[in-house]
Nanobody
Framework: EVQLVESGGGLVQAGGSLRLSCVAS????????IAWFRQTPGKEREGVSC????????YYTDSVKGRFAISSDNAKNTVYLQMNSLKPEETAVYYC???????????????????WGQGTQVTVSS
């Protein structure tokens, strides 16, 4: 059974930090790119960052560059998203998702992803 399980969300003040984790199982981790998306009610799901598990290539949406860092621990089939200097407008449900690794550079398109986690809520207070 394929599973992506997110954790690490919570309530943080503006300027604070959180680290999200995504543990993957049920598929060959090295064959996939793992991305983080976020979504607020009434808005489309937004691609935040992506990492290719096989070569470590990373991608970020412009608004988080310099503040967020994505990494992976292939031995644990886990991807992390370190989020620093968080802003209230980044309050959202954060999802991790897996797509075949050749899609990594096109990470922002949700339709490319085969598997999704259940999401973790991140709330940034002002």
């Amino acid at each position: 059974e394929v599973q992506l399980v997110e954790s690490g969300g919570g309530l943080v003040q503006a300027g604070g930090s959180l680290r999200l984790s995504c543990v993957a199982s049920g598929f060959t981790f090295d064959d996939y790119a793992i991305a983080w998306f976020r979504q607020t009610p009434g808005k489309e799901r937004e691609g935040v960052s992506c990492i290719s598990s096989s070569d470590g290539g990373t991608y970020y949406t412009d608004s988080v560059k310099g503040r967020f860092a994505i990494s992976s621990d292939n031995a644990k089939n886990t991807v992390y998203l370190q989020m620093n200097s968080l802003k209230p407008e980044e309050t959202a449900v954060y999802y991790c998702a897996a797509a075949p690794k050749y899609y990594a550079s096109s990470y922002s398109f949700p339709e490319l992803y085969d598997y999704w986690g259940q999401g973790t809520q991140v709330t940034v207070s002002s």
